[in-house]
């Protein structure tokens, strides 16, 4: 996959593990509810997470599944999945394989639902989309999955000033440039769209749309939106060099100019699930 140029490395992540479920915020509450209902899910079948990062979809669907794989190319997901799924006390029935979807090996089986939870667009989506695929069973599905475009989410009656994105943003570019990074590349158009059209190219039906509703009030501590500046591929720690620390104080010192409290208000963004069934052959 490339855009400008731009081709996969496996720094693209680098680092960003530890912050990842602090930082990012949380998929809205219902999602493995409502997924249940629209896959008619009974706690059988086989669950594929591709670009599963720290576990947050698998791990949040492994209820719903006899067994559930998830696949990341990065380490630092994985050991944090697995950390996680040991809390859970769910270890028995996950498994943690580290490939690059494009390089699914064949010995993984077939499954019941494959997820894609806002890593497609990092992948050789064409390849992947053919792959998967071959690998669901008849009447089996793929998920697409992400945060609702384009709602709004205001803060107003809340307790605390929103998160000041624009300002971390501009901050981000001072230190990086005005091109966002992405690994040891660059992004100069942003990741790409059009997820549809190679879907539906692949042989999938559907798509079939349902929307989990957010809005859900919280709040953010200061180290809780670090944490999400550091989980993003164009802020990695690693992109800073040894300018990290400098541009972690300037971070703090902005966010306690806008709140002194150093407390943010925020809404849980909603969540957007395309259902593709697998389609005849």
């Known amino acids: 996959m490339g855009d400008g140029g731009w081709e996969w490395d ?3 992540f680098s680092g960003t ?3 990842y479920r602090r930082g990012r915020l949380p998929y809205a509450p219902g999602l493995a509810r409502v997924l249940a209902q629209v896959l008619e899910l009974d706690g059988r079948g086989r669950l594929l997470d591709l670009g599963c990062g720290p576990g947050t979809v698998a791990l949040g ?6 067994e559930v794989v998830g696949v990341d190319p990065d380490a630092g997901m994985l050991a944090e999945a697995a950390r996680e799924a040991a809390e859970l006390e769910v270890t028995e029935k996950v498994r943690w394989v580290r490939a690059r979807a494009e390089e699914l090996p064949a010995r993984l089986g077939d499954f019941t639902v494959a997820t894609l939870a806002q ?4 992948m050789d989506r064409e390849r992947v989309a053919a792959t998967v695929r071959r690998m669901l069973r008849p009447g089996g599905a793929l998920v697409h999955i992400s945060d609702l475009k384009g709602e709004s989410r205001t803060v107003d009656g809340l307790p605390h000033p929103p998160v ?3 300002a971390i943003d501009a901050l981000v570019r001072r230190y990086l440039g005005p091109v966002r990074r992405a690994g040891r590349g660059l992004l100069p158009c942003g990741t790409p769209a059009g997820e ?3 879907l539906a190219g692949a042989g999938f039906a559907g798509p079939y749309r349902h929307v989990v509703p957010g809005g859900q009030a919280m709040v953010r501590t200061c180290d809780d939106v670090v944490a999400g500046v550091f989980s993003m591929s164009f802020s990695a720690p690693h992109l800073f060099g040894d300018r990290l620390p400098a541009f972690e104080a300037d971070l703090r010192r902005l966010l306690r100019e806008v709140s002194p409290s150093v407390r943010f208000s925020e809404r849980r963004p909603g969540t957007e699930v395309f259902v593709w069934p697998r ?3």
């Open 196 to 198: 549809h059209a190679i």
């Open 10 to 12: 496996e720094t693209l």
């Open 119 to 122: 890593s497609f667009h990092w």
């Open 61 to 66: 669907l492994a209820g719903l599944f006899d």
């Open 17 to 19: 593990a530890p912050f």
């Open 279 to 281: 389609g005849a052959e």
């Open 164 to 166: 000041p994105r624009a």
